[in-house]
């Protein structure tokens, strides 16, 4: 696909970036981006607020402030009543109203599965706009939320890990990334991604591309959420743990002991998952401290980018 011409597109596809940046004049730039899932729990109040986080999350992804968002809902009809929707959108309504957003329709198909997202605008100043491309040699590397929601989503689904043991993680799996874009913004961040499908292996190699850069991640720095390495361990893993392993393969060194569960959370795919941030090394201690005292507790460095001849994703 060739690219846009035009000069006002400030961000495309060509970096698989988060989402779309469109130029409206010199100090306002349209963010768009569209996103929508499966149910990860039975619960629609839930599904709904996970998958509106989710969706909002790339437009925090990208510096911005989410302004608008619309609903996109595939849902049974003639399977699941018609209540089951209603928590769905409810849900996703109130998440929009925390970003501070205005919802403002959407559009609904019926279909065999429910799927439920949001297509979400967003506005931030063109000269303040945060890749996933532009981290420096040096640069710390920051993680704002706990990895492992896809294997524990699968696990619940299978009856491998009780609804229970996962309910008290929904609050943090579907809190916003705003405040901590909010708090990241006041220092020299050089390049920014959510961590959601791909994994931290997946989005860190596209990151490392983006800047042509080696990236190093340690190994014993990486958050996980409680249960999430026991359930590989027990077998259990999802349909994407594959694919996105093959997506790093070329780019990809393991350099220090490993265990199974612990490489395959590497390829872990997150829903609504947090921020990656490239930030200058000097202020990357601040940067945490600050995070941490603004409600983002599981804020923390896990690695930085190390320059190199080449992008490659080094684990250590």
Known sequence: MKRSDDPDLLVGFETSDDAAVYRLSPDIAAISTVDFITPPVDDPY?????????????????????VTALNLVMFPTKKLDMGYLKEILRGGNDKVTEA?????????VDDNEPKYGLA??????????????????????ILTKPLGTGVLFNACRSGKLPFRELEPLLPLIAS???????????FEIHACTDVTGFGIAGHAVEMARGCGMRIDLHLER????????????RGETTGS????????????????????????????PQTSGGLL???ENSQAERLTEKLKSQGIEYAVCIGEVSGGSRPSLRIR
């Not at 501070?100 to 609904?108: E, L």
């Not at 967003?122 to 890749?131: C, S």
């Not at 743990?241 to 590497?266: D, H, V």
């Open 176 to 186: 916003l990334n705003g405040k901590a874009v909010e708090t990241a913004l006041d």
């Open 222 to 233: 990486l958050p996980v959420l409680p249960n999430a390495l026991m359930m590989y361990r």
């Open 100 to 108: 501070g957003a205005s919802m403002a329709g959407g559009h609904s």
């Open 277 to 279: 941030i490239a930030v």
């Open 46 to 66: 839930w599904f709904g607020q996970i998958a509106a986080a989710n969706a909002i999350s790339d437009v925090y992804a990208m510096g911005g402030r989410p």
């Open 120 to 141: 979400v605008t967003g506005v931030v100043h063109p000269e303040r706009i945060l890749t996933n491309c532009c981290a420096r040699e040096g640069d710390a590397l």
């Open 241 to 268: 743990n594959m694919p996105n392993r093959k997506l790093c393969e070329g780019f990809l060194e393991i350099t220090t002991r490993i265990s199974k569960e612990e490489e395959e959370l590497l390829f872990d």
